[in-house]
């Protein structure tokens, strides 16, 4: 399947901001799930905007359908956790090396992999919040209280893969 070219200079609900940069990752497919396995196109995911976008898509067109619909709320905790595990995988990760969006019965599985093999400390925390106002620190704390099923596990050709279940309801 041909990959689509998407061109996003970010979205409504989440400005780009300096951790947007544009990297090379490779072609990701987020696999197909909710609607029987039929195929969904390739997206090349380079920035959290590109990510959110594609999570959005994934969202509106395999997990909403007549009688269940994702709340505004649901899709905004999404797209939070989107927009936190692609940027540390930008920041500390050495880059994108893929990420996948799935669809399930209770709401989305995403999965990002990076270069990195270092596993987070705080991953596996409680969720607290830093003390005071220290600048970064808080988007761990922010996926593990909005996602479930919290799974990281290293890569055979090095890096890892983080793997979150957000609920959608």
């Avoid at 989305?108 to 106002?133: E, F, K, N, W």
Wanted: proline content about 7%; charged content about 25%; overall charge positive.
């Amino acid at each position: 399947m041909k990959p689509v070219e998407r061109r996003t200079s970010g979205d409504s609900a989440f400005p780009r901001t300096p951790h947007d940069t544009d990297v090379q990752t490779d072609t990701c497919l987020p696999r197909a799930g909710a609607r029987g396995g039929v195929p969904q196109p390739q997206v090349a995911v380079t920035s959290a905007a590109s990510a959110r976008q594609l999570a959005r898509d994934v969202v509106r067109e395999w997990w909403d359908r007549p009688g269940r619909r994702a709340s505004e709320e649901a899709v905004i905790d999404l797209l939070l956790v989107v927009s936190e595990l692609v940027t540390n995988a930008i920041r500390h990760g050495g880059g994108i090396a893929g990420f996948e969006v799935t669809p399930t019965r209770e709401g989305v599985r995403l999965s990002v992999h990076d270069y990195s093999d270092v596993v987070p400390a705080v991953a596996y925390g409680q969720g607290a919040l830093p003390h005071g106002h220290v600048g970064n620190g808080y988007g761990w704390p922010l996926i593990i209280r909005l996602a479930r099923d919290i799974n990281i596990e290293r890569r055979s050709q090095g890096g890892k893969t983080i793997s979150v279940l957000v609920p959608l309801r």
